[in-house]
């Protein structure tokens, strides 16, 4: 059976089925309570951080928690993205999905390895094993498209080879 699916999209598939609902939930959380939202268990190690470390006020905290879901918004948005754009055979073979997932792991990186560190920093064990995760789903997907071979690669003619031909070849200059 030939497919023309590549491991990669299959993989950022998955990835955008769990992590889309999740933040898509939490960011509405946050948008709508943010200091309550913010000590849920995927935010209590940001709002621990914030709170310890940074000495932020109420309204400086409220800020902080929209900040952080406007962010998981950002990355749920650009996997949905992703997951229209892969519909379409043409935009699947020529790769052109790639950019949002792309767009997608590195903000989402960021932010869990961000969030791991702080749930490090505050002593939460049991969020660091949820951003650790996080992560590692984010790092996954991002080494299976670096090391699959990309699909345009083979078909690009090699600009070398390419010679200049005039379009009026009976024309001859005359000086």
């Known amino acids: 059976m030939k497919t023309d699916w590549r491991i ?18 939490v960011a509405y959380r946050l948008f709508v309570t943010p200091i309550h939202a913010l000590y849920d268990r995927p935010n ?14 109420a309204v400086a905290t409220i800020r902080m928690a929209w900040l952080l879901a406007l962010a998981k918004l950002t990355v749920a948005g650009f996997l ?4 229209a754009l892969l519909t379409r055979r ?5 790769g052109g999905c790639n950019e ?19 749930a490090s920093q505050v002593a939460e064990p049991e969020a660091m094993r949820l951003h650790a995760t996080e992560l590692l789903l984010f790092l996954g997907t991002a080494i299976l498209m670096l090391v699959e071979p990309s699909t345009q690669s083979a078909a690009a003619p090699s600009p070398s080879t390419a010679t200049f031909e005039p379009n009026y070849p009976a024309a001859a200059q005359r000086s």
């Open 8 to 25: 990669s999209s299959v993989n950022g598939v998955l990835l955008a089925a769990y992590i889309t609902p999740t933040w898509l939930i």
């Open 44 to 57: 209590i190690s940001v709002a621990i951080f914030v709170s310890d470390h940074l000495h932020l006020s």
């Open 100 to 118: 949002a997932l792309a767009f997608a792991l590195t903000l989402g990186s960021v932010i869990s390895f961000a969030s791991m560190v702080m």
């Open 80 to 83: 949905l993205v992703f997951s």
């Open 90 to 94: 043409s935009v699947r073979l020529s």
